[in-house]
């Protein structure tokens, strides 16, 4: 089939990738000239495990094209994507503009019929709105041209995106009309073989069905904080109730690893939106909002700790940062906890030698060039003089570190874990002081 999808970020790349892959042709439009070149020439705007071969294989067999010319891109798709960012705005709604602005461009070139799918993550009545415009450009044209506007949401994770996509657990799909379903079950014939992932409902039920989705993963993590925060007081380990909990069915292993908080380009955006969204409509979102108090007070985490060791001023002190990414596998520091640790220790005067495997060209783009920033080669050229490492991300090659290098660079052996990635005890016996996230007794153990 022909596709086009407009805006080349996250979601709309892989998509269109995978799609090509299997066969579709793709035209992805994006207003970003450089981009455009830059994904012609091969390279590819982001971090993704499998992206760029991907890309590069459909781009040269002719099935992914990239484009800044929105006309070329309307006449080819009878499928429209709408894949955009949709950022917070001041009050935390989420933003439109892009989206809309999509919608007048296809609306202002298109002369046969389109079905216009939003890709993006975008609140409850949005289909509506994008219909209304679209409706009032083919107006001012005097055209008469039919279209459907479908939600389609997309679940992907950063870090693993190409395979989510590949191969999604569900494929949801709003809209009520019975032809865009068979197009539906066309388009994703191909992911959709060993049982029927595809979920057809109403278009605003498929809008919520993505915050919905978000938000109760958001919900699981901050639930597991608190426990966190509680096992902590009452000296017990929030990694033994993790397996407890887990272990039944109902609760599942997935999503319930406390941490330094959530972070990232989904979930503190779309609880924020659902919350404005709930607001709006004169509907109090209690677990909502509490969901989002405890994430911003386990950004904290990590530096309260650090004050609970060395005091509330820590001038001349240097902290050794592994991990700048807000998970692993991926270079996107939006929303990362280490944001928020940085922050506070450069405000407490203290200076921050940190190492990311990925991110660090976007911790240099973020923060610049500054006297208490140094990003360093490896891991363990952080550790040299600093007074204490500190880890924010749990990426592989921090799970199991030379200790005897770590106590010997370190001015004192003290560890502050935001991803619970080493035994207290084990700790303990390698003399660490160790402050882990809701281990109880770990840090009265580990410093006697
Ligand atoms: C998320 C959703 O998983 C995905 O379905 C949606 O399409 C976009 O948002 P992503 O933001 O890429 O994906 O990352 P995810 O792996 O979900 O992690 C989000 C954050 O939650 C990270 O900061 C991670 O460290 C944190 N997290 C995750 C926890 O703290 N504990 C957990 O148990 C799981």
Avoid at 90 to 98: C, F, H, I, R
Avoid at 100 to 109: P, R, Y
Avoid at 146 to 167: I, M, Q, T, W, Y
Avoid at 400 to 420: C, M, T
Wanted: charged share 25%; proline share 4%.
């Amino acid at each position: 089939m022909r596709v086009t999808v407009f805006g080349i970020g996250y979601v709309g790349l892989v998509q269109a990738a995978v799609l090509a892959q299997v066969g579709h042709t793709v035209v992805c439009v994006d207003v970003d000239e450089k981009k455009v070149d830059d994904l012609k020439s091969g390279i590819i705007p982001i971090y993704e495990p499998g992206l760029t071969a991907l890309v590069q294989e459909n781009y040269e067999q002719g099935r992914l094209e990239f484009t800044t010319d929105a006309k070329r891109g309307i006449e080819h798709g009878e499928l429209q994507f709408i894949a955009v960012g949709t950022p917070p705005d001041e009050n935390g709604s989420a933003d439109l503009q892009y989206v809309l602005s999509v919608a007048t461009t296809i609306a202002t070139h298109m002369d046969s019929y389109k079905v216009i799918v939003n890709k993006s993550t975008v609140p409850v009545g949005t289909a509506d709105k994008v219909k209304a415009t679209v409706t009032a450009v083919l107006a001012e044209r005097g055209l008469q041209a039919k279209f459907d506007v479908v939600s389609n949401p997309e679940f992907l994770k950063e870090g693993a995106a190409v395979a989510d996509c590949s191969k999604p657990d569900r494929i949801v799909v709003g809209t009520d009309n019975t032809e865009v379903q068979e197009l539906f079950r066309e388009l994703y014939a191909p992911f959709n073989r060993n049982h029927d992932k595809l979920i057809f409902m109403d278009v605003r039920s498929s809008e919520l069905t993505k915050y919905a989705a978000n938000c109760m993963l958001a919900t699981k993590i901050s639930f597991m904080n608190e426990m966190a925060n509680l096992a902590e007081r009452l000296g017990a380990d929030i990694e033994n109730v993790r397996k407890g909990i887990g272990s039944d069915p109902r609760i599942g292993y997935h999503f319930i690893y406390p941490g330094a908080g959530y972070g990232g380009s989904c979930f503190p955006k779309d609880v924020q939106a659902l919350i404005r969204t709930s607001q709006e409509i004169g509907y109090q979102p209690e677990i909502l909002e509490a969901v989002e108090n405890v994430n911003m007070r386990q950004k904290n985490k990590l530096f309260e700790n650090i004050v609970k060791h060395f005091g509330n001023d820590l001038s001349g002190k240097q902290f050794a940062v592994w991990g700048l990414s807000f998970k692993p596998n991926t270079d996107d520091m939006r929303e990362a906890s280490s944001r928020v640790l940085m922050q506070s220790l450069w405000a407490a005067g203290a200076k921050v030698k940190a190492y990311d495997p990925e991110a660090m060209n976007e911790c240099q783009r973020i923060f610049g060039d500054r006297d208490d920033l140094m990003l360093m080669g490896t891991k363990e050229a952080c550790l040299k003089g600093s007074d204490a490492l500190v880890i924010c991300t749990e990426w592989n090659q921090f799970r199991a570190p030379d200790f005897d290098v770590l106590s010997e660079s370190l001015n004192h052996p003290v560890i502050v874990d935001g991803r619970n990635l080493f035994a207290p005890e084990i700790m303990n016996r390698r003399g660490f002081t160790y402050y882990a996230i809701g281990r109880g007794d770990s840090v009265e153990k580990c410093s006697t």
